[in-house]
């Protein structure tokens, strides 16, 4: 029996009661730490440097490409306390937020855009490294029933401090552009991130690590053999496939999509974010509310439905429209952000507590090699489409909307997968 259970049969003060509530201050500061370096940030960076619009994209899904580093977390996970391999790399991987906003300081006659993708991927392997094992960490201690409602308050907070953030960092940097002191701004970026790392590494230092049964299985490969003896995991494993096959087909042409052929300023882009940032903390409110009588399974349904409409809105977008059509698409990914939570809780409810941190490190490397490579697969042929120009019932398109085709209709084969995964799952889960 681990130590976490044994906490719950006896009635002295709940060891692990702080530490749920430090999980909340921890998924924020790290949270804030992901906007300032990714999506329309990251690409601003990239825009500023120079960097082609198609390696832009591929450096986008560094993050897809980074998650085979997810394996590692599986192996280290037997080296206990955690917290000795995970503070050092939760260091460094701020420390390359850091450096990213710093590039543009450094004279460079050529491979800007190799040290970028470089330090965006620094970034992303080592936090696919930290976060299945700080998953399992923080969760273990939470009772399987409160799991979504749980997850669901700890997004709210998240998303709600969130908004500001997205909101005044955009306008501020559409207004130091405007100034041409960009440079100066990123600076200003650099330091944030840092006073947001130093929050963040306070909440890992004092948080109480759980004990764990002893895994029986000699290595992480022991671990990924028993998982695909579960047929619930075999369902899950095949339907979360095709849906990242569909993020690597779409997704990563979105942020440059709306800046450069839309002309979304950053201030723009940081209002829908915050629009849609909003719309996920209401969602989540009602999912902490409803927690425990709103089954994973039908916030998994709305989840693959909602990213159907999501590509589906992006596809119908043109120059004049986009804006308007933009207020669906956050709609859409506000149901997606709160939807998506389901993904770990019928994760954790279908292996064993010994496995999770293998499952998760094993599905978040497979599922990020997928979308990294179907994204290599797509990058020449939207070169091609962009250089040559394509053409959509008769009228001139954008590349972007060829593929949104491509990605609607692998949303749906997901959501057809998912419906009969579904029959798998007991009514109550």
């Not at 749980?150 to 997205?166: D, E, K």
């Not at 569909?246 to 052929?261: H, I, R, S, W």
């Not at 207020?327 to 990914?333: I, M, T, Y």
Request: proline share 3%.
């Amino acid at each position: 029996m681990s130590e976490v259970q044994q906490s719950r049969d006896v009635t002295q003060r709940d060891p692990y009661s702080s530490t749920r509530r430090l999980y909340k201050w921890e998924a924020l500061f790290e949270y804030l730490c992901t906007i300032l370096s990714t999506g329309g940030f990251m690409t601003k960076v990239s825009l500023t440097l120079g960097v082609r619009d198609s390696i832009t994209a591929l450096i986008g899904t560094t993050a897809s490409l980074a998650c085979v580093f997810s394996m590692v977390s599986g192996h280290m996970q037997r080296y206990t306390p955690i917290k000795r391999w995970l503070l050092p790399l939760a260091f460094l991987t701020r420390f390359c937020m850091v450096a990213m906003y710093l590039l543009p300081f450094v004279k460079m006659q050529s491979g800007v855009d190799v040290v970028l993708f470089a330090l965006v991927f620094v970034t992303q392997a080592t936090s696919s490294v930290i976060v299945p094992a700080k998953q399992n960490m923080f969760l273990t201690p939470v009772r399987e029933e409160n799991r979504t409602a749980h997850l669901a308050v700890v997004n709210m907070l998240s998303l709600l401090l969130g908004i500001p953030l997205f909101l005044f960092g955009g306008s501020f940097l559409d207004y130091m552009e405007a100034r041409g002191q960009i440079k100066q701004a990123f600076l200003i970026v650099a330091g944030v991130i840092l006073l947001f790392c130093i929050c963040h590494m306070l909440t890992l230092i004092f948080s109480k690590e759980p004990t764990f049964e002893k895994n029986e299985h000699k290595s992480v490969f022991g671990d990924i053999g028993a998982l695909f003896r579960n047929r619930k995991f075999r369902f899950f494993l095949i339907t979360n496939l095709v849906h990242n096959i569909a993020q690597g087909v779409l997704t990563p042409y979105l942020a440059t999509y709306a800046q450069k052929d839309f002309g979304f300023s950053m201030m723009v882009f940081g209002m829908f974010n915050a629009i849609q940032m909003l719309l996920g903390t209401i969602g989540f409110f009602f999912v902490r509310i409803f927690g425990k009588r709103l089954p994973p399974t039908t916030l998994r349904t709305i989840f693959f439905v909602a990213y159907i409409f999501y590509d589906f809105f992006w596809l119908l977008m043109t120059k004049e429209t986009a804006f308007a059509w933009h207020f669906p698409v956050v709609l859409a990914g506000g149901a997606i952000n709160v939807a998506n939570i389901a993904y770990t809780v019928l994760l954790f409810s279908i292996v064993d507590e010994k496995e999770r941190t293998s499952a998760l490190a094993f599905m978040s490397a497979l599922m990020g090699l997928c979308t990294f490579l179907t994204n290599l697969f797509i990058t020449p042929f939207f070169d091609m489409m962009q250089e040559n120009g394509v053409t959509l019932f008769g009228a001139p398109a954008y590349p972007q909307q060829i593929l949104g085709i491509v990605s609607v209709g692998l949303r749906l084969l997901a959501l057809t997968l998912w419906l009969f995964e579904k029959k798998q799952y007991k009514t109550k889960i």
